[in-house]
């Protein structure tokens, strides 16, 4: 079994920063993409920030230049750096991995964090 553990949540002001941090832990041979996701209260969860095995990054046009996105492989850990935060950016963040593999020849899932609270206030 695969679990993702968030940590660096919390309350800032607005144009303050954050850095999201999420682990991944258990047997695992590879891991695909990972990723950020958001929902905010009354909406969908929407796709913040996604980095691919190659390091390629994808960012939702609301947060580019303002989030980093960044792995670290070795670790399974993947991060998110937010400056110049919001109120707008206010949400529970949920970390993403996706095609995770236990073995070379198990079936890729995809694991969810368990949601990290971000609140920024005005």
């Known amino acids: 079994q695969v679990q993702l553990v968030e940590s660096g949540g919390g309350l800032v002001q607005a144009g303050g920063s954050l850095r999201l941090s999420c682990a991944a832990s258990?047997?695992?041979?590879?891991?695909?993409?990972m990723g950020w996701y958001r929902q905010a209260p009354g909406k969908q969860r929407e796709l913040v920030a996604l980095?691919?095995?190659?390091?390629?990054?994808t960012y939702a046009d609301s947060v580019k230049g303002r989030f980093t996105i960044s792995r670290d492989n070795a670790k399974n850990t993947v991060y998110l750096q937010m400056n110049s935060l919001k109120p707008e950016d206010t949400a529970v963040y949920y970390c993403?991995?996706?095609?995770?593999?236990?073995?070379?020849?198990?079936?890729?899932?995809?694991?969810w964090g368990q949601g990290a609270q971000v609140t920024v206030s005005s």
């Open positions: 993403n991995a996706k095609n995770v593999r236990s073995t070379n020849w198990t079936p890729a899932k995809d694991y």
């Open positions: 258990g047997n695992i041979f590879s891991i695909g993409a």
């Open positions: 980095i691919a095995s190659a390091d390629t990054t």
